[in-house]
């Protein structure tokens, strides 16, 4: 079993998609660890990305990962960091595969819905940035 770290982003929050994504990842035989609503502050936004400090779409990137409430999900499958790449589709929604959920819900590259880790240890370290151990649930 594998994990990672979904993001429902403040656009789709805002745009009322909270439960549809919910339901592309029940469909899709992920287990749900963990979830909240949360709003970053823009020092915990900066926190999160601060391996993408310096790229031009930075700055960008905290404004509007702070701009609203989130919903973090910590999702457990096996191969999950493939799996959820492949449900949530391309960075920019031009390019996302149809039926994904960037193709259904994202604005543009910025504003692209949901965030996915894209390495094992991002997703173990990116879960562990909104959750302790004992908020995973247990579900063996
Ligand atoms: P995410 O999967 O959350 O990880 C990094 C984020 O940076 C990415 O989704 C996009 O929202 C954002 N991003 C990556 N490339 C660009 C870009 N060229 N322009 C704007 N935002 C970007």
């Not at 805002?14 to 979830?35: C, D, P, T």
């Not at 499958?77 to 259904?104: F, M, Q, Y």
């Not at 959750?131 to 063996?140: C, K, S």
Request: glycine letters at 8%.
């Amino acid at each position: 079993m594998e994990r990672t770290l979904c993001i429902i982003k403040p656009d789709a929050v805002s745009a009322g998609n909270v439960g549809n994504i919910i339901a592309h990842i029940q469909k899709e035989g992920f287990r749900i660890l963990a979830m909240r609503m949360t709003t970053l502050s823009k020092k915990s936004a900066s926190k999160f990305y601060e391996v993408h400090q310096g790229r031009p779409f930075y700055d960008s990137l905290v404004e509007f990962m702070s701009s609203g409430p989130c919903v973090p999900i910590a999702l457990e499958k096996d191969n999950a960091i493939a799996e959820w790449r492949r449900v949530i589709g391309s960075t920019d929604p031009a390019e996302a595969a149809a039926g994904t959920i960037r193709k259904l819900y994202a604005k543009n590259k910025g504003e692209n819905a949901v965030h996915g880790s894209d390495s094992v240890e991002n997703g173990l370290r990116e879960i562990a940035f909104f959750f302790t151990e004992g908020e995973l649930a247990d579900l063996a």
